[in-house]
Nanobody, 121 residues
Framework: QVQLVESGGGLVQPGGSLRLSCAAS????????MSWYRQAPGKQRELVAT???????NFVDSAKGRFTISRDYPRNTVYLQMNSLEPEDTAVYYC???????????????WGKGTLVTVSS
């Protein structure tokens, strides 16, 4: 069984910073890409940032230049550093990982339960 647990959300003023963490645990053979998604009230879930197994990163346009994604490979953890936060960044942020639980099976998507980020004065 695999679990993803996010942490680091909270209330921050516009222009402030937050660092989200997501740790994967359980039966893990290999983790491919790890990503952060977000879902704002009344909106669809959107991909914010991805980091592949070899460290390549990709960001939604609204996050470029403000957010950084990184991984701690031995700890199966992914981070999202968010700077210059705006009210439009308010959302529940979800961690996603493509995980192989053993070498005979294809990678499957796993999700965390989400952490709320509120940007408000």
């Amino acid at each position: 069984q695999v679990q993803l647990v996010e942490s680091g959300g909270g209330l921050v003023q516009p222009g402030g910073s937050l660092r989200l963490s997501c740790a994967a645990s359980g039966t893990i053979f290999r983790i491919n890409a790890m990503s952060w998604y977000r879902q704002a009230p009344g909106k669809q879930r959107e991909l914010v940032a991805t980091i592949t197994a070899n460290g390549r990163t990709n960001f939604v346009d609204s996050a470029k230049g403000r957010f950084t994604i990184s991984r701690d490979y031995p700890r199966n953890t992914v981070y999202l550093q968010m700077n210059s936060l705006e009210p439009e960044d308010t959302a529940v942020y979800y961690c996603n990982a493509e995980i192989m639980i053993d070498w005979t099976r294809e990678a499957m998507d796993y999700w965390g339960k989400g952490t709320l980020v509120t940007v408000s004065s």
